[in-house]
């Protein structure tokens, strides 16, 4: 039978912000890269590999709703990491493997939050509500108590090959019949929106500067690239 290999690989992006990351040398997956390769696909089985360190929740939210959505069997594959946003895309799985070193991570939304009392608490009215949110995908998926599960994403509770299993987050580990061999991880570093907002104007100037003013700018768009990996502006 012929499936399609849907790659969840790099950070969740929305589809607007995706440029700022690969400005930066990071892969990113977005909701429409995930659309067309669902429309390619044309209803024939896929699998969802996924390697992820999470990202953006609302285009994470939009990739697991069209998984869902799809017409022909979905089976996710978590190979690597399926951590935050991607963890969610993982429940979208018809099936869910995962392999034997690979892990799943879960945890509470966050975000940068700035203004008066009244700003605050609506940020935190919305940061509650998505925790809900993220948190019915896990009991639908696993049947845990919901208060269970609120409470491991509290601790930011990093769950191996095994323990998903056994809790319901995956339905089986892959090569279950070889030796699992343990690896490092390292996700990459998630950009603050102050920090796209920069990068996203420098590169629109560069696009509609003619090409011989573009070289300035590009040296502009270097200095801010290593400013903020420096952490020397906003991140």
Same mark, same amino acid.
């Given at each position: 039978?012929?499936?399609?290999?849907?790659?969840?690989?790099?950070?969740?992006?929305?589809?607007?912000?995706?440029?700022?990351?690969?400005?930066?040398?990071?892969?990113?997956?977005?909701?429409?890269?995930?659309?067309?390769?669902?429309? =390619?696909?044309?209803?024939?089985?896929?699998?969802?590999?996924?390697?992820?360190?999470?990202?953006?929740?609302?285009?994470?939210?939009?990739?697991?709703?069209?998984?869902?959505?799809?017409?022909?069997?979905?089976?996710?594959?978590?190979?690597?990491?399926? @951590?935050?946003? @991607?963890?969610?895309?993982?429940?979208?799985?018809?099936?869910?493997?995962?392999?034997?070193?690979?892990?799943?991570?879960?945890?509470? @939304?966050?975000?940068?939050?700035?203004?008066?009392?009244?700003?605050?608490?609506?940020?935190?009215?919305?940061?509650?509500?998505?925790?809900?949110?993220?948190?019915?995908?896990?009991?639908?998926?696993?049947?845990?108590?919901?208060? =269970?599960?609120?409470?491991?994403?509290?601790?930011? =509770?990093?769950?191996?090959?095994?323990?998903?299993?056994?809790?319901?987050? @995956?339905?089986?580990?892959?090569?279950?019949?070889?030796?699992?061999?343990?690896?490092?991880?390292?996700?990459?570093?998630?950009?603050?929106?102050?920090?796209?907002?920069?990068?996203?104007?420098?590169?629109?100037?560069?696009?509609?500067?003619?090409?011989?003013?573009?070289?300035?700018?590009?040296?502009?768009?270097?200095?801010?690239?290593?400013?903020?990996?420096?952490?020397?502006?906003?991140?």
């Amino acid at each position: 039978m012929i499936m399609t290999t849907v790659p969840i690989k790099g950070v969740v992006s929305s589809d607007d912000d995706a440029e700022v990351y690969e400005f930066f040398g990071y892969s990113t997956v977005t909701p429409s890269a995930v659309k067309d390769a669902l429309s =390619t696909a044309n209803g024939q089985n896929i699998v969802a590999e996924i390697n992820s360190p999470g990202g953006d929740v609302f285009a994470g939210s939009e990739i697991y709703t069209a998984l869902k959505n799809y017409t022909g069997n979905v089976e996710v594959d978590i190979v690597g990491l399926a @951590a935050s946003a @991607a963890s969610v895309i993982a429940m979208a799985g018809d099936t869910i493997k995962i392999s034997p070193t690979a892990q799943l991570m879960i945890h509470r @939304a966050s975000t940068v939050s700035q203004g008066n009392a009244d700003d605050l608490s609506s940020d935190l009215q919305g940061l509650n509500s998505t925790d809900q949110s993220i948190a019915n995908v896990y009991v639908q998926r696993t049947g845990l108590d919901p208060q =269970t599960v609120m409470q491991m994403m509290a601790k930011e =509770t990093y769950i191996n090959a095994k323990d998903a299993v056994e809790q319901g987050f @995956a339905d089986e580990m892959m090569f279950d019949d070889q030796p699992a061999k343990v690896t490092n991880m390292l996700s990459p570093v998630m950009l603050s929106n102050q920090a796209i907002s920069k990068i996203k104007s420098l590169l629109t100037k560069v696009k509609e500067k003619p090409k011989e003013t573009n070289s300035q700018t590009s040296d502009q768009l270097r200095s801010h690239k290593l400013a903020i990996l420096f952490k020397k502006e906003g991140n």
